[in-house]
């Protein structure tokens, strides 16, 4: 617990005991008739709104979610052995809301705004409600500006936009967590002068942890902070041993405090981590509160559960500031099962997903991305024109070499077109490996595919790829930077800039050595 | 809780023929009558929930006792209730009866709590703020609570009017943690 100094007792008993004699609260109680797994029906209340806050006894908070005829279901967002039958529960006349503000950067926080991170108190301006109506069709613009993920595969052929809702699918352990937490880093370049200078606006991180083990959020936390990414990034954590109701409202906080920023005339990123924790405990939570299950146990609105939560995600139109929400929800399948309900449910509502394959990860393809069956239904629009022109023959030359691969094994018996088609392929694949924690810049990305899809490593053996990849960027650092400043400033690759790229790459591979 | 919507409805019923025939305060009187009798007689009660007994028998139970008491309209009521079964119920719908009855007239029930008892001029003084709030008449009813430490509380139906020591403790005690938060 913070420190309190002596003279902040005495003034505000001083302060409080002025205050004393003028100060009538007045507040509509009720009394609890039933409480237990986190729920609790309460009598009295009339005028109780739907989805306000109420407060129990020993600073325990709840939520009104059911109105019915002569008593209230309310879901509380604590124990619920600190409520007794008789006790009494009192309106605090406002529908359920968290603190916004700039000041919630850097911190990690509950859904309901409280810090547990130990850095004390957070001063904030503004109360906004956790839900909140999407906005309209006239409020919006179409998606234009790209998102930079840092990850070469997604950048160049599954391109976010600012606004887009991308979901981020697969199986367990198959680093879901660490496509977004690369997200995240690769935005500390948009806080940075030179992206000023360049036209790019910040973007502002949340990360909303549902149902997730505290150590695994610890660990997260520690490793935006090492890579100096806590600075523009809020991590509101429901972990697993909170109540259902809290990890409930999670992800709507999360786009509460995204919402501040979009509507500020600002950019954020918002992931949800993960939104299939998010349906189990809403599922368990109606069932609580006797809701009819349907299937899969699931309540009849688990649809709308989501879809209301992404459709506030969007991309303001120039009238109302131009900010955007992005979301990456990320949704866990069971052995691959993408037709189950809810990640059909969730691929419905969003622009497109990201799909990890274990068999992928393990055979050694890190991100995993399955980019057959990966899409983003912006595009190109989420791109800049550099990346537009080599990333186009990317994914066709990665279509033909996944058609051909079951043919890989007859490598001596096949055709000199097949051969080829199947060295470049394996080699662009080897090029979009990429390591953790180690987002990629635009620039470097489209000079490495360029290479690629050229075809200049068809002669370098595939365990030298990446070190030539490396090499390469470094030696067109030092020797031609102006390639990488044209990229960057004008976006586009200019003619000259290709004829350049061209003489160096021809300029390395002369000089560059094979590994023993 | 069912037995809440079909004791409202029965109250209406009677509530309504009591005001259209204008005979209101005998009614209510009857009602007071019947509540009180049901609720410190034990034996009276447990007859009239009983499952056992036929109807005509508690007819001929509630008739004996009630009828040189009451007004035709409240003798007829009780035969209703009973020959609809719902008897079981009728301790509740006389609660009802007395929540439209006072929502009616205007009147309201105030029970106030405090520490230390209050002389008349300061229960009279409350009264009167409550009634300018409320806009109805206020009766009142004292308890000591020690608990409430100095002031009082007044509650109205489900509205609580706090100016208790307690209560200023409590906001204190709240804005201290405000820096922390172990959410319970």
Known sequence: MAEVRPDEISAILRQQISGFENEVDI????????????????????????SELVEFPNDVFGMVLNLEEDSIGCVLFGESKLVKEGDTVKRTKRVTSMPVGEAMLGRVITPLGLPIDGKGDIKTSAYLPVERKALGIIQRQPVKEPLQTGIAAVDSMIPIGRGQRELIIGDRQTGKTAV?????????????????????????????????????????????????????????AASASEPAPLQYIAPYSGATLGEFFRDSGKHALVIYDDLSKHAASYRELSLLLR?????????????????????????????????????????ETQQGDVSAYIPTNVISITDGQIYLESNLFNSGVRPAINIGISVSRVGGNAQIKAMKKVAGSLKLDLAQFRALESFSKFSSDLDKATQMTLAKGARLVELLKQGQYAPVPVEKQVVSIFCGVNSYLDDIELRDVKRFEKEFLEFIEVKYNEIYVSIRETKDLKDEIVAKLRSAVEEFLKSFKKSA | MIDTKV?????????????????????????????????????????????????????????????????IETQNFIKLVVRKSREALLESICDKFVVLKNEHLGIANAEIKSAYSLSDVQLNEIKEKLSAILNKKINVSVKIDKEVIGGFIAR?????????????????????????????
Request: charge should be neutral; charged fraction near 20%; glycine fraction near 6%.
């Open chain 1, 27 to 50: 507040y509509d109680v009720g009394t609890v008739l039933q409480v237990g797994d986190g729920i609790a029906r309460v009598y009295g209340l009339k005028n109780v709104m739907a």
């Open chain 2, 7 to 71: 004791s409202l409805r029965y109250a209406c019923s009677i509530f309504q023929l009591a005001v259209e025939e204008n005979k209101l305060t005998a009614i209510a009187a009857d009602i007071d009558l019947i509540n009180g009798a049901i609720k410190s007689h034990k034996e009276l009660r447990s007859v009239i929930i009983s499952p056992i007994f036929r109807p005509e028998v508690k007819l001929a139970v509630l008739d004996k006792i009630f009828s040189s008491k009451i007004s």
């Open chain 2, 156 to 184: 109205v139906d489900d509205t609580i009017y706090d100016a208790s020591v307690k209560h200023q403790l409590d906001v204190l005690r709240k804005q201290f943690y405000k820096g922390n938060s172990a959410l319970n």
């Open chain 1, 291 to 331: 809701r009819p299950p349907g299937r899969e146990a699931y309540p009849g609105d688990v649809f709308y559960l989501h879809s209301r939560l992404l459709e506030r995600a969007s991309k303001l139109s120039e009238e109302l500031g131009g900010g955007s929400l992005t979301a990456l929800p990320i949704i």
């Open chain 1, 180 to 236: 977004a937490i690369d997200a995240i880093i690769s935005q500390k370049f948009t806080h940075s002068e030179a992206s000023k200078a360049l036209g790019i606006n910040p973007v502002y991180c949340i990360y909303v942890a549902i149902g997730q083990k505290s150590s695994t959020v610890a660990q997260v936390v520690a490793k935006l902070e090492e890579n100096g990414a806590m600075e523009y990034t809020t991590v509101i």
